[in-house]
């Protein structure tokens, strides 16, 4: 039996794969296909301090292998949050990861601070990468000192594992990997969507009502797999792969290429039990292959 | 109700127009219950241009050949390569999904309303609001009447009135301009078809005080509820149209409409 399990921090997975924020709402939604539990880990839905409606329909178009989102973080808050969904949320018997967004520097610490309570969330996703807001998300993401000042801040006020979500749509991924890691963050997950746009050309108008929106999907993944590469060969602290992960192969990818874990995301969509698949299918892998862990392969192409 | 994720079968595909054709499924296990106005999200295979799965509201269920089916129209490249399945074919849907239509109650006197491919629904609707004891009447607009699927079936539930722009079969002009309508009394309204259609059934039924709920078509992404891209924004904000809808009652749509 090949051993799965991975560590973020001080933070034990049982394995190597979790659900993407956004793309599992707070877990209940898929209740019906997979056992939650199975999972290395579960992002839940971007929360901000005040509740917020997001951005008007039309907020999705289909591309090619892919798809635009501009939902603009819709959710009803930390207050709503701590009150009706972490009850649900803590009786999962898997790491329980918010995704947290903020307008401001100050934003951001106080929703750290307000989950650094909830003894069933042992770690936050520090989003820094949300191309559909006016303020915050990736204006965060995309400058080297806006970035450093919001990490360090939270990491003030946060003591359990701190995973800083980056954006891809920089010049220089490692940059930003090497300022979160020089900040204190536990890992990096990346990519969130690359910022893109569609027309219909019928109606001579933008798919989406902000025109533009995150693109996901396998369209994404070469770029993804290439950035995570260039980022875990930046720092030492364990990198999360992201982006376009629609099967086993995929995240084996990502691992090879220096990923400690992966995030399947848009997949679920189509497929809401890709996830467990991708789990079963890295197991597969390496009894067939004859390694003892998934450590054994992780980075396996960064080596020599 | 729990959802299923499921290879159907293909028992029979049949064109009825151009652009219209009628897909029915069935289970090797005994089909869920399905409401009136539910929906289901099939994955068109082999179609590398349709990444995301195609929303297909159910047209009708039937019980005993243990099936359901849908009523299609040649969209894009989903829909078509959806054409061209064949008897024995797997179709894979993740089902069913979305909320249902309120019946009606016994005696009470009923209007389906529905334009282009928004017919689908209202078969079924139709004859769950014929066995609820309520008496069934449709409303279709087309364009002309050569986009006029056939609809022995809706026949067999009720009156069934038609309106195509050109005039060419029914009456003359749009849906509205039906005059069952506006003349007749009606204790329930339903509409599925394009917005704007939808919005002047809407409008009628908030001036005349009926009960009229319509069901959307929202581009959506996953159809459970996580994506969060198919919202419609209502009186409490925004809803998903997967999982809140797809049906709605017109008072809790924020619909710019004069009542």
Known sequence: ?304 | MKKRIEDLTVTENRRLTDSFFVLKVTSSLTLPEILPGQFVQVLVADSPSTFLRRPLSVHDVNVTENTVSFLIQVAGKGTERLSRLTQGEKLNMIYPLGNSFTLPHKGEKVLLTGGGCGMAPLLYLGRMTKEAGAEVNFAFGFRNRLRIPEHKEFKKLGIVHLATEDGSEGCKGLLTDIPALREEKWDRVYSCGPELMMKAVAAECLRREIFCEVSLENLMACGIGACLCCVVSTISGNMCTCTDGPVFNVRNLKWQISG
């Open chain 1, 1 to 304: 039996m090949a051993d799965l399990r991975i560590k973020i921090g001080s933070l034990l997975f049982k394995n190597p794969v979790m659900m993407a924020s956004g793309t599992c709402g707070y877990g209940s939604e898929f209740d019906d296909f997979i056992d939650i539990e199975q999972l290395g880990g579960i992002i839940v839905k971007g929360t901000t301090l005040e509740p917020r409606e997001g951005n008007p329909y039309p907020r999705m178009a289909e591309t090619a292998s892919g798809m635009l989102n501009a939902v603009g973080l819709q959710n009803k808050g930390i207050d709503y949050f701590v009150k009706n969904i972490y009850p649900h949320l803590s009786q999962y018997g898997t790491n329980v990861i918010v995704n947290i967004n903020g307008n401001t520097v100050e934003e951001y610490a106080e929703l750290a601070g307000r989950l650094t309570d909830l003894t069933a969330i042992p770690a936050i996703e520090l989003n820094i990468s949300c191309p559909n807001v006016k303020r915050g998300g990736m204006i965060f993401g995309t400058n080297p000192d806006a970035a450093r000042e919001v990490i360090a801040s939270v990491r003030k006020v946060y003591h359990k594992t701190l995973i800083v979500k980056l954006s891809p749509n920089v010049t220089d991924i490692s940059e930003f990997a090497r300022i979160s890691a020089g900040e204190g963050a536990d890992a990096v997950s990346l990519i969130n969507t690359l910022v893109g746009m569609a027309i219909d050309t019928k109606t001579m108008k933008p798919r989406l009502s902000t025109i533009t929106g995150g693109l996901s999907g396998p369209a994404i993944k070469p770029v993804a797999l290439r950035m995570v590469w260039q980022a875990a060969k930046a720092v030492t602290i364990p990198v999360i792969g992201i982006g376009g992960i629609m099967n086993a192969e995929d995240a084996l990818e990502f691992i090879m290429a220096g990923a400690i874990g992966v995030q399947v995301g848009t997949a679920s969509f189509i497929e809401p039990r890709t996830a467990i698949n991708v789990i079963s299918g890295i197991k597969s892998f390496l009894e067939a292959g004859g390694f003892a862990s998934v450590s054994e392969i992780t980075g396996i192409i960064n080596r020599n």
